[in-house]
């Protein structure tokens, strides 16, 4: 008993965001869960509890990054451009507590067993870990031999994705090959509980969201099943992503580098035009492709040069939205609440009672100090203090 008492710890002073902003508030964590969440703090004293003192620093959920190659992406310009997987440090540093792990391009090299072991393996070092079955191309690569069954059978597997369109590197999918897919993701996750959303990659091409307007006017499947991805990678491809949301669709901005001269939106810039235009402000979030390469082709389809994303985009972007003078509490929800409703992850992306105690603290700056992961410190005082199996403290 002694020892379960002792895991109980007590943050104590914090200025709660839950999303929505709570005031001061006082939070009971034991059992890798929230308990309690108060303003008194005589309510929730647990003797034994370890407390830590925020002192007014603010609280908000665990980020979680619905779009990461976590077993590492790239091999688009041969076999040593292959990323390796994504440490836990990259994500724990970051902020983000869940993470969904996607196959991109090279849906040959990796497959769907490797990616679910390395969700696995996330999930073994403390963070919440799911995956999606398929990757660019059609049909998807899966586990079972069938999406519907990946999904209904695989427990970390939620949905398909990233399936490619209107890219040069997709399988140039027709709409009866979408709609296939997306029936059985929607089955899928009927049966399953989970998610069951075709997760899309949108490429460059000047058809943009054509498909998947096609399929909303063509079938009866609901819209929250099409959920695109890198919507900001274009000016125009952005404002058709702004009208599918009024439509139904949660759609989703990756936090990928800009140059200024370039055709696309800043992810911050992309958030901020997304609330401002009326859209409705819970079906939009931001992921950071970590893991995934960031080319940049000519117009032979030849790359020219490779970047890697980062999860630690997502505290930058935010980081950018708060100096430019948006509130916490409207910006929040596209990082936590808003990526747990679509991904059906009911106990995360929000601090509250009885949810998974995912809680990143921020200072003054806007600095990541604390990240506790499932009730586990993994920052403190912006040190990372837990590490994956092949991490170093150095
Ligand atoms: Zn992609």
Request: hydrophobic share 40%.
């Amino acid at each position: 008993m002694a020892g379960s008492i002792a895991l109980l710890k007590l943050l104590s002073n914090a200025r709660v965001f839950a999303p929505e902003d709570l005031g001061i508030r006082h939070v009971l964590i034991g059992g890798g869960r929230i308990l309690g969440l108060s303003d008194q703090k005589d309510m929730l004293l647990a003797a034994g509890a370890t407390e830590y003192d925020l002192g007014g620093a603010r609280l908000i959920p665990g980020f979680i990054d619905g779009h990461a190659h976590v077993t590492g992406g790239g091999g688009e310009s041969g076999f040593k451009t292959r990323v390796p997987p994504v440490p836990l440090g990259h994500f724990t540093t970051a902020g983000v507590t869940s993470v969904v792990g996607v196959l991109g391009t090279d849906d040959t090299t990796r497959d769907t067993r490797s990616l679910l072991a390395q969700t696995l393996a996330l999930r073994d070092e403390g963070i919440g870990a799911w995956c999606h079955t398929g990757g660019y191309h059609v049909p998807p690569v899966t586990l079972t031999g069938s999406v519907r069954d990946d999904i209904v059978f695989l427990d970390p597997v939620i949905g398909v994705g990233e399936l490619a369109i209107s890219d040069h590197r997709s399988s140039q999918p027709t709409l009866s090959e979408l709609l296939r897919i997306a029936s059985d993701v929607h089955v899928a996750g009927m049966i399953s509980g989970k998610a069951g959303i075709l997760h899309l990659h949108l490429g460059d091409g000047d058809r943009g969201m054509d498909l998947v307007r096609r399929a909303l006017s063509e079938c009866e499947l609901p819209a929250r099943v099409f959920n695109p991805t890198h919507i900001n990678r274009r000016k125009a491809l952005f404002d058709e992503a702004v009208a599918l949301a009024n439509d139904g669709c949660t759609v989703d901005i990756t936090a990928f580098p800009v140059a200024e001269d370039e055709d696309a939106w800043a992810a911050d810039v992309a958030l901020g035009k997304y609330l401002d235009s009326g859209a409705p402000a819970d079906r939009i979030t931001i992921s950071s492709d970590g893991g995934g390469c960031l080319p940049v082709f000519n117009d032979k389809g030849e790359m020219l040069h490779m970047d890697i994303g980062r999860p630690s985009s997502l505290i930058e972007t935010l980081q950018e939205l708060l100096s430019s003078g948006r509130t916490l509490d409207s910006v929040l929800p596209a990082f936590t609440s808003n990526v747990a409703d679509i991904l059906r992850l009911n106990d995360r992306g929000r601090i509250r009672q009885d949810g998974v105690a995912d809680i990143v603290a921020l200072d003054s700056d806007n600095q990541i100090t604390d990240v506790m992961a499932g009730g586990t410190w993994h920052v403190q005082k912006g040190k990372q203090t837990v590490f994956g199996q092949f991490e170093t403290e150095n």
